[in-house]
């Protein structure tokens, strides 16, 4: 965990509903306290990280929400206005460009521009000198889509620079394609809960990284396992112990656990990449004391 932070840019996917945000948090927070200033990008115009930490009203804007720690939303037409006013040159001509009609329909009918110009922004948050312009980061954590809309996020560079061949178009999209693949440069995590879909989205993410873009899950967290409360002569002893509300309560828990263990260890055996595990949190929502914990959980796991 403490080389992957090193890295520029952390890729946090995994199957929807895993908590995905939750461990970009925690792994920011890490961060930061190893005194990285870092932030935490949110995509597909997700804007819940900063309400976690209490910090509302926060627009385009980096937010800082922690000392060193700063979240964004990125917004595809914005980021589509600054790449064009780089390109260009031209606030003004870029204005007139993005939003003419014409442009706005040639836009929708490719396939893939939203998520070019949506890693565009994120390579140039985790570039040391931003072309954009503001402060630098030196660790970029991407709280990505789920893992279908991911993976289409990651190829989306691969593909334009194959397409557009020469131009302005091909360049970018090389040089972030390039930044990706670069493993000292670029991490992936991914997270799962210990339960048999995410495990078995988690072993696919694995193959198909490998297979469509070159890239390696460096880590794996699984998210919300619960505790073993019980030994096996414990559970033996409830179990003779008759009929009851707790007792039969305390065996459905064991036999919940259980389940997560065995996928824990399904897991192990059939993904390369190391697994940390996260303990499951009796909260509706993890709020600034629950991500603490959990950020000290991922440092204890390095």
């Given amino acids: 965990m403490s080389a992957l932070l090193d890295r520029r840019l952390v890729v946090v996917t995994g199957k929807g509903g895993v908590g995905k945000t939750t461990v970009a948090a925690a792994l920011g927070l890490v961060a930061a306290r190893r005194g990285r200033r870092t932030v935490v990008c949110e995509v597909a115009q997700q804007e819940r990280l900063a309400g976690l930490f209490g910090v509302h009203d926060v627009g385009n804007r980096e937010a ?20 064009l006013r780089h390109q260009l040159k031209s606030g003004a001509l870029a204005g007139l460009l993005g939003h003419s ?3 706005g329909y040639l836009t929708a009918a490719a396939p893939g521009v939203t998520e070019l110009v949506t890693m565009g922004k994120v390579w140039d948050l985790a570039q040391a000198k931003r072309r954009t312009g503001g402060s630098a980061f030196d660790t970029v954590i991407m709280d990505a889509p789920a893992t ?10 691969r593909t334009y620079a ?26 992936v995590v991914c ?16 193959r198909r990284l490998g297979e469509d873009l070159g890239l390696e899950i460096d880590q794996v967290v699984a998210n919300a396992v619960l505790p073993e409360r019980f030994d096996a002569g414990e559970v033996k002893r409830l179990r003779e112990a008759g009929t009851g509300a707790a007792v039969a309560a305390a065996l459905i828990g064991e036999q919940r656990t259980r389940g997560q263990q065995e996928q824990l260890a399904r897991l192990r055996a059939e993904i390369r990449a190391p697994v940390t595990t996260l303990p499951y949190l009796f909260e509706p929502e993890p709020l600034r004391r629950e991500l603490e914990l959990l950020s000290d959980r991922l440092e204890e796991a390095q």
């Fill in 162 to 187: 194959n397409i557009a061949r020469v131009g302005p178009i091909a360049r970018q999209a090389g040089s972030i394609d390039a930044f990706l693949r670069d493993r000292s440069a670029t991490g």
């Fill in 64 to 83: 800082e929400l922690a000392p060193g720690l700063f979240s964004v939303s990125i917004q595809p037409e914005r980021a589509m206005h600054e790449w």
């Fill in 101 to 103: 009609r014409l442009f």
């Fill in 191 to 206: 997270v799962a809960l210990p339960e048999e879909m995410p495990v078995n989205e988690t072993v696919d993410l694995e």
């Fill in 148 to 157: 279908g809309h991911a993976l289409a996020l990651l190829r989306a560079p």
